[in-house]
């Protein structure tokens, strides 16, 4: 225990100094910046995802997702929620980003909306969506973490700048820990982000090869590494997932609905959805720090506030790299 202790006070340490060395652009957000231009802002964006995740109980965890594939995708700057149009395919129509729900945009727009009617060109989109996944993170049960204000939307967003900043599903550890470093983010760091999966759900197709004819087998043999009633009730949900793509199986089978630490719980059991869940367990890089989460939620809460206020400012533009979009799915000019 004593041991798990110093890997929290280690995390803690490592997020203080990355604020010493933050960004000239993460460096000019402050959690005031709309006191005196909108200063019912963070009130209005509440009311608006309180209603939507109300009315629609997944948009908490499709608003957490859309938030990591925009920020991890040339920064927090809300390019992941423009449409395609005649001119330009975007970011949110790239292979990797045409299973993001709906709903997760829906919020954004509604929040944007009415903030447009109180502050008419004053609050950001990127804005407006690093509030709306802190405010819906707290619904689901979350910590409450601060969330600095003042980024700017970006000027373009293309679907062909996606491929490959990203994890995906079947990514090795040695990839996904390459992936989460070139961004600036540690092991641990990523581990207390992975909790986000404790939320939401995978489509059977990210997760078949584990259940179906695993490494070449027989039909129904399964990955070993899960728990063997588990995959049985996944082949049996999952059974069309060809004739029918939708279908899909909680990340968290125990808790779908609740932000906790029951997915760190789960892969203890052999209960992880996803290959790149399990491997968390199976090498030692990671494995400590998944039993740290297991076994304090507290931990768990705060190491993820940390990696989330950091995410948040991740790649953020400010000044005039960025601009303050009327409408959050189209450019305030075409030309951009």
Not at 63 to 83: E, K
Not at 96 to 111: E, K, Q, T
Not at 136 to 141: H, I, T
């Amino acid at each position: 225990m004593q041991k798990l202790v110093k890997m929290a006070s280690h995390l803690l340490v490592v997020w203080l100094l990355a604020l010493c060395f933050a960004s000239p652009a993460a460096a000019k957000l402050s959690t005031t910046y709309y006191q005196k231009t909108c200063p019912e802002v963070e009130q209005i964006v509440l009311d608006v995802v309180t209603s939507k995740q109300i009315t629609t109980p997944t948009t908490g965890a499709g608003a957490l997702r859309l938030f990591f594939h925009d920020c991890f995708v040339g920064g927090c700057d809300a390019s992941l929620l423009v449409s395609t149009n005649a001119f330009n395919r975007a970011e949110r129509d790239a292979d990797d980003n045409i299973s993001l729900p709906g709903d997760a945009f829906d919020a954004v727009v509604r929040a944007k909306t009415a903030l447009e009617l109180q502050c008419p060109g004053v609050v950001s989109c990127a804005d407006v969506l690093a509030l709306a996944t802190r405010d819906l993170v707290l619904m689901l049960g979350g910590p409450r973490y601060a969330v600095r204000l003042g980024r700017k939307d970006a000027f373009a967003s293309t679907a062909a700048s996606v491929a490959g900043h990203l994890p995906s599903p079947n990514m090795t550890m040695d990839q996904l820990i390459s992936l989460f470093e070139k961004n600036k983010f540690t092991v641990q760091e990523m581990v207390a982000l992975s909790g986000a999966h404790t939320v939401g759900f995978a489509h059977c197709s990210e997760f078949a090869s584990r259940i179906y004819g695993f490494n070449g087998a027989d039909r129904d043999a399964h990955d070993p590494a899960l728990n063997p009633q588990f995959a049985q009730a996944l082949q049996k949900a999952c059974a069309n997932y060809v004739e029918d793509p939708t279908i899909a199986a909680f990340n968290d089978v125990m808790t779908p609905g609740k932000f906790d630490n029951m997915y760190y719980q789960n892969l203890l059991r052999g209960l992880g959805l996803l290959a790149s869940d399990t491997a968390l367990v199976a090498d030692p890089r990671t494995k400590s720090f998944v039993q740290l989460y297991a076994a304090n939620e507290t931990a768990f809460f705060e190491d993820f506030s940390h990696a989330m206020e950091k995410l948040s400012v991740h790649g953020v533009k400010t000044g005039r790299k960025g601009e303050i979009r009327r409408r959050c799915d189209v450019f305030n000019n075409l030309s951009t």
